[in-house]
């Protein structure tokens, strides 16, 4: 059995295209659960009336919104189901979705999560996400996004899940913990890609799964105060619960260089306090983070993750060469 579940605020404009696409699935066995958390838009009756006429929805309205990872982590508690997917109420689902991520989840029990292939729902051949990396300056990153799709086209390897189109297996969430509710949101699923590949597990990324996504719906905008902020501190998060204490001495330098050159980045943009504001704030509650547990393979695992950052540095660096020359 698979659950997807999609976590809404305020998007009843999205919700109807998305959940019809999943109606029109070629594969079975699923059940939508959608988390709303706190909607004020008429969200909650629209799911309602819905659910009445298809016994394959399900709604769990919460009272405030708790953010995508608090949302989503209250799906997770509800469902007992195998599989999980997660997507975002801005996507529409190709009709062979589902019964793609499933049958590339099943390759192997060492299988965490498998990515979808994201494009652009403003142009169907441009990649908004083919999985997440992370590089050794700290930055986080959509794989191949502005990028043809056509670049992207092959099953491979990938360091973190993109949650807006993913499917998880919910046995290795039970074992590793759902995602950090300390995030709100922003980052909450490489965190969560991050814990399990210290416990020894693959995330995939899978292009014959694809949906279309509008993009930064719920927060209205590619940079904005909120988001700005929130990244800023999440990232501090990421690094401090994930990285040994050997480990970030190691990368001290390359990680505040990252982090100095995105300041600089963010004033031009015009959003200097927020983010000053958003690192100060990472730093000054690193230590309420919950730890990670030291990795299951130990050293192996450490270099793998490294290696894992400087080819992301060096994946990033290409793609973004590419759409800026």
């Known amino acids: 059995m698979i659950t997807i579940i999609i976590p809404n605020y305020n998007g009843m404009k999205f919700l109807p295209d ?41 709604l769990l309205a919460l009272p405030e919104n708790r953010g995508f990872a608090g949302g ?11 599989f999980v997917i997660l997507l975002n109420n801005d996507t529409v689902a190709e009709p062979d979705f589902v019964g793609q991520l499933e049958k590339g989840i099943r390759r192997s029990d060492d299988i965490f999560a498998v990515s979808a292939q994201m494009l652009k729902a403003s142009d169907h051949t441009l990649i908004d996400s083919a999985g997440d990396g992370i590089t050794w300056l700290g930055w986080a990153y959509q794989r191949g996004i502005d990028e043809k799709a056509q670049l992207y086209d092959k099953e491979k390897d990938v360091f973190s899940a993109c949650a807006g189109a993913a499917i998880y297996r919910k046995d290795i969430l039970d074992e590793i913990g759902y995602f950090d509710e300390m995030h709100f949101a922003y980052l909450e699923d490489i965190d969560l890609s991050w814990r399990a590949r210290l416990a020894g597990y693959k995330i995939r990324y899978l292009p014959q799964a694809r949906v279309y996504h509008l993009g930064s719906a719920t927060s209205g905008s590619k940079y904005n105060a909120f ?26 330098i390359p990680l505040w260089a990252g982090v100095l050159v995105k300041g600089v980045f963010f004033k031009k943009k015009g959003y200097k306090q927020e983010y000053w504001d958003g690192v100060n704030e990472g730093l000054r509650n690193r230590k309420n983070c919950r730890r990670a547990p030291k990795a ?30």
């Open 296 to 325: 299951k393979k130990g050293l192996v695992t450490y270099l793998s993750i490294e290696g894992k950052m400087l080819s992301g540095l060096a994946e990033y660096t290409i793609s973004f060469l590419k759409r800026h020359i």
């Open 72 to 82: 989503v982590n209250a799906g997770l508690r509800a469902t007992d189901s195998e």
């Open 227 to 252: 988001k700005v902020r929130l990244s800023a501190r999440n990232n501090i998060y990421l690094h401090y619960k994930n990285q040994p204490a050997v480990q970030l001495i190691i990368n001290f």
């Open 18 to 58: 998305c959940i019809e696409s999943l109606k029109k699935q070629t594969a079975g066995g699923f059940e939508i659960l959608i988390v709303d958390n706190g909607s004020r838009d008429g969200s909650v009756e629209w799911i309602k009336k819905t659910s009445a006429s298809d016994s394959r929805i399900k």
